[in-house]
């Protein structure tokens, strides 16, 4: 399959571990932010969304969390399984303003059963 | 429902020559979107169509272009390859993007690799 690149942070955990996946973003007038996955061969699929007005997000094993102080997205994946292996981004847009998103560099998690 | 297509999924061109990258957005939606990924720079945005016009354009250089038909279905083309346009191409549709989020369905990418 198609494989993002050689450049990107790695984060590297055992089957059931929980993950921390980090990402800080450059705007400080975001208010929109979205995690994207990419697997193998395959084109990003979004994950989970946050608004600025908002400090955390729960979804079904993830969490986003924001820290609006710091520019500081993280991404929890909880009971990481072999099938969360891909690459994650997180993406900050200004709402109403802008409907293209600009996408951090991606962190690669590897989860080894 | 069938997601976005993009063909060819695999390309090999020279430096000088130019290519035609196709993408078929979901059926319904109206704004495509293509995106240049590579290890060095990441995602970054090309440029968006919604009803046959360009909406919005990233910081590109002219020789690449793009168009949407009718049907919405997109191609985009790059003339006179360079080494470094060796990149993975991702088109996204989405039902409307014109403030606030609309969700954008990621196409799995037209390889592209100039020798």
């Known amino acids: 399959g198609e494989s993002v690149g050689l450049h990107l942070p790695t984060l590297s955990v055992q089957e059931g571990d929980n993950s921390i996946i980090n990402c800080a973003y450059s705007?400080?007038?975001?208010?929109?932010f979205i995690w994207y996955k990419q697997e193998s061969g395959k084109g990003p699929q979004f994950i989970i969304d946050i608004r600025s007005n908002m400090d955390k997000r729960q979804g079904q094993r993830v969490t986003v969390l924001l820290n609006k102080t710091v520019k500081h997205l993280s991404l929890q994946i909880a009971a990481t399984q072999p099938g969360d292996s891909a690459v994650y981004f997180c993406?900050?847009?200004?709402?109403?303003?802008?409907?293209?998103?600009?996408f951090g560099r991606g962190t690669s998690l590897i989860v080894h059963p | 429902k069938a997601g976005v297509t993009q063909t060819p999924r695999y390309l090999i061109k020279t430096r000088g020559q130019q290519v035609t990258l196709s993408c078929s957005p979901i059926?319904?939606?109206?704004?495509v979107s293509w995106y240049q990924q590579t290890p060095g720079q990441g995602l970054q945005f090309l440029f968006e169509y919604f009803s046959e016009t360009q909406r919005n354009k990233g910081n590109f250089p002219g020789r690449f272009s793009g168009r949407q038909f009718s049907n919405s279905r997109s191609e985009m083309n790059v003339s006179t390859l360079e080494l470094g346009d060796s990149a993975l191409y991702l088109c996204?549709?989405?039902?409307?993007?014109?403030?606030?989020?609309?969700?954008?369905?990621f196409g799995p990418g037209t390889r592209l690799t100039v020798l």
């Open positions: 059926s319904g939606h109206r704004s």
């Open positions: 993406a900050e847009n200004i709402e109403w303003e802008s409907y293209i998103p600009t």
């Open positions: 705007n400080s007038a975001s208010d929109y």
């Open positions: 996204a549709s989405s039902l409307e993007q014109r403030g606030g989020y609309n969700e954008q369905f």
